[in-house]
């Protein structure tokens, strides 16, 4: 982040952390003003880190010792993030958010603040267990967002855990309707055998079968699923949107990164069309497909998916309040990103901390 684009972005930041902090880091209309309660405020950073804990203990992942909070502001979370951690370093790119956080956290030996520049975090490669940031990327413009993304990946170790949560625009998807939401789904290629936990690619050609075309515009999906003894294993996995619209009798191949169970085992594969957030085309009798799949240590790896990464943005949505401003950022651009810089996302969660029109999820990724 460089020149004028930099300058005016730590201004805004710079002048929020003067004239009202709290508000900043929580933009509740009506807590502007100085009117958040100081214990009201930090209790919600408590509610925010229950939230963020429980979703790694359902994935049976930490963010371990030595651990960063990116875009911290006044420290509500670092002070959280200290009762797990030894070592917290929290950086934040206005100072004067910082030297409230240093107020707010002084009997916190274990935490530390550090003022950063934008463009490069002031850390060697793999210096963090873990890091996290929350309710900070959307603020950022897209051009920054890719960078800080870029840099927390580079500073965690392998093997360590990235917690992010960003915003999309809110789909606000109409239902398309059962005649609409038919498909016909031909495997063309999926691994025999993949080693527990790894990456691996899957191409399906998908023809529309139903009475309209599948418009780009509300969120339909190739996903899939993992089945056990024809029990549902894992609900969730892959997603890939459609590269254009799809009128009837149409045709599109689709290439999609899934990821192996955790637990070895015999599984099929189950690949299904879906509109985000408001059904799996199976639930209209549209046909899934099925193609088992051996998950064993012995599997050679199976290939990673490197190439797919979405090349558009969101528009950006200005907001007028002191400057602030909201970049969304679609949830396949963000998978596709962390898939690309060689993360595993083992979930993205809808999550309490953006409110409509926003669609608000909470990324974990390892690397």
């Given at each position: 982040?460089?020149?004028?684009?930099?300058?005016?972005?730590?201004?805004?930041?710079?002048?929020?952390?003067?004239?009202?902090?709290?508000?900043?880091?929580?933009?509740?209309?009506?807590?502007?003003?100085?009117?958040?309660?100081?214990?009201?405020?930090?209790?919600?950073?408590?509610?925010?880190?229950?939230?963020?804990?429980?979703?790694?203990?359902?994935?049976?992942?930490?963010?371990g010792?030595?651990?960063?909070?990116?875009?911290?502001?006044?420290?509500?979370?670092?002070?959280?993030?200290?009762?797990?951690?030894?070592?917290?370093?929290?950086?934040?790119?206005?100072?004067?958010?910082?030297?409230?956080?240093?107020?707010?956290?002084?009997?916190?030996?274990?935490?530390?603040?550090?003022?950063?520049?934008?463009?490069?975090?002031?850390?060697?490669?793999?210096?963090?267990?873990?890091?996290?940031?929350?309710?900070?990327?959307?603020?950022?413009?897209?051009?920054?967002?890719?960078?800080?993304?870029?840099e927390?990946?580079?500073?965690?170790?392998?093997?360590?855990?990235?917690?992010?949560?960003?915003?999309?625009?809110?789909?606000?998807?109409?239902?398309?309707?059962?005649?609409?939401?038919?498909?016909?789904?031909?495997?063309?290629?999926?691994?025999?055998?993949?080693?527990?936990?790894?990456?691996?690619?899957?191409?399906?050609?998908?023809?529309?079968r139903?009475?309209?075309?599948?418009?780009?515009?509300?969120?339909?999906?190739?996903?899939?699923?993992?089945?056990?003894?024809?029990?549902?294993?894992?609900?969730?996995?892959?997603?890939?949107?459609?590269?254009?619209?799809?009128?009837?009798?149409?045709?599109?191949?689709?290439?999609?990164?899934?990821?192996?169970?955790?637990?070895p085992?015999?599984?099929?594969?189950?690949?299904?069309?879906?509109q985000?957030?408001?059904?799996?085309?199976?639930?209209?009798?549209?046909?899934?497909?099925?193609?088992?799949?051996?998950?064993?240590?012995?599997?050679?790896?199976?290939?990673?998916?490197?190439?797919?990464?979405?090349?558009?943005?969101?528009?950006?949505?200005a907001?007028?309040?002191?400057?602030?401003?909201?970049?969304?950022?679609?949830?396949?651009?963000?998978?596709?990103?962390?898939?690309?810089?060689?993360?595993?996302?083992?979930?993205?969660?809808?999550?309490?901390?953006?409110?409509?029109?926003?669609?608000?999820?909470?990324?974990?990724?390892?690397f």
């Amino acid at each position: 982040m460089v020149g004028e684009l930099g300058q005016a972005f730590r201004d805004v930041w710079e002048y929020v952390g003067r004239t009202d902090p709290y508000w900043g880091v929580m933009s509740y209309p009506d807590r502007r003003g100085g009117r958040w309660d100081l214990d009201e405020f930090f209790a919600y950073g408590v509610r925010d880190m229950t939230f963020v804990r429980n979703l790694m203990e359902s994935r049976g992942v930490g963010l371990g010792d030595r651990v960063l909070d990116f875009g911290c502001g006044v420290g509500r979370l670092s002070r959280v993030l200290a009762e797990d951690a030894s070592a917290v370093v929290g950086v934040d790119i206005a100072d004067s958010m910082l030297v409230r956080a240093r107020e707010l956290n002084a009997d916190q030996g274990r935490v530390e603040f550090r003022q950063v520049d934008g463009r490069r975090l002031p850390f060697d490669d793999d210096s963090f267990d873990g890091a996290i940031s929350l309710m900070v990327l959307q603020h950022s413009p897209p051009a920054v967002q890719l960078a800080a993304l870029a840099e927390l990946v580079r500073v965690v170790r392998p093997g360590g855990l990235l917690v992010v949560h960003a915003v999309a625009p809110s789909p606000d998807a109409r239902e398309l309707g059962a005649e609409v939401c038919r498909a016909e789904i031909d495997v063309v290629e999926v691994p025999a055998s993949m080693c527990p936990g790894v990456t691996g690619m899957v191409r399906a050609r998908v023809t529309n079968r139903g009475v309209a075309e599948w418009p780009v515009g509300e969120e339909i999906r190739l996903g899939n699923h993992w089945l056990e003894g024809g029990a549902v294993a894992v609900q969730d996995d892959g997603r890939v949107d459609l590269p254009h619209v799809v009128r009837p009798g149409e045709r599109v191949e689709l290439t999609m990164s899934v990821r192996a169970p955790d637990v070895p085992g015999r599984y099929e594969l189950e690949l299904d069309m879906m509109q985000e957030l408001v059904a799996w085309w199976s639930q209209f009798d549209s046909p899934t497909v099925r193609t088992p799949v051996l998950v064993t240590e012995d599997a050679e790896p199976a290939q990673q998916v490197a190439d797919s990464v979405p090349a558009s943005y969101a528009d950006v949505v200005a907001a007028d309040t002191e400057g602030i401003e909201m970049h969304p950022i679609p949830i396949s651009l963000m998978q596709g990103l962390f898939q690309h810089m060689g993360g595993t996302v083992l979930a993205i969660e809808p999550d309490p901390f953006s409110e409509p029109p926003w669609d608000s999820r909470t990324y974990l990724v390892r690397f």
